[in-house]
């Protein structure tokens, strides 16, 4: 079984224990239902419990982690993490893990209070099905985090539209997630059904064409190469 470079998921050998999945809501007569957890009993656990997922790209996300560790240090006692870090190092606080296989990711989804992710259309729809707003910090290829801006160009997008809290600075980050500890339930989706699927149709087929456009543009960065290399040694053999 493989990874999924989106969500994060991994073989299920490399799975991370998740918390006990909480009962779902599910919308009755509908065989793809929006996943809306149930609001825990708060004197089960007094710390709200936040997910970060940064999918299995190969390309490093240090500036997330390190943003997160700065936070966590005020935030500690308020909030149990579950960090799902792929390439990136492991951050310095509870909870860290690569990788999820995909019935943990699942369940730490369903769990969580907030959601924390890179700009995947796949974690971003999978958050959403969850009854998440996600909160969204998109990979900057600038700093060697993507091979190109397709993520912030996704990201700001869904923003605008209100499907994402889009973060794109520290003070962003920290804010929104100071809003999140100070009232969850501003970050969870309307259980509307007939809305929502729309939604994840929209989300869904635009990742896919963001993927395609991707995969066009590696095509064509290999091809120019291959054509710049025979002119070389065209040139050379003159």
Known sequence: MSGDASTGTAPAHRSAPGRS??????????????????????ADSARLQLLVAVGTDKHPFDRLVSWL????????????????????RAPEVPGAVPFLGHDALQRA???????????????????RRHGHLPIVVP?????????????????RRLGAAGMVALCESREELRDTLAAGLADPARFAVAADAAASDAQQAAVARVGQIVDELVAAAARRRRWWRVRARSARGEETDR
């Open 139 to 155: 990979r900057d290829p600038f700093l060697g985090e993507h091979v190109d801006d397709h993520q912030q160009l996704f990201a």
């Open 69 to 88: 560790e700065e936070w966590h240090v005020e935030a500690a006692d308020h909030v149990g993490l579950i960090v799902q870090h792929g390439h990136t």
């Open 21 to 42: 999945t909480p009962h779902v809501a599910r919308p009755v007569g509908r065989p793809d239902p929006v996943l809306v957890p149930r609001q825990r009993d708060r």
């Open 109 to 127: 989804m369903a769990g969580a209070d907030l959601v924390v992710c890179h700009g995947g259309p796949a974690t971003i729809l999978e958050a």
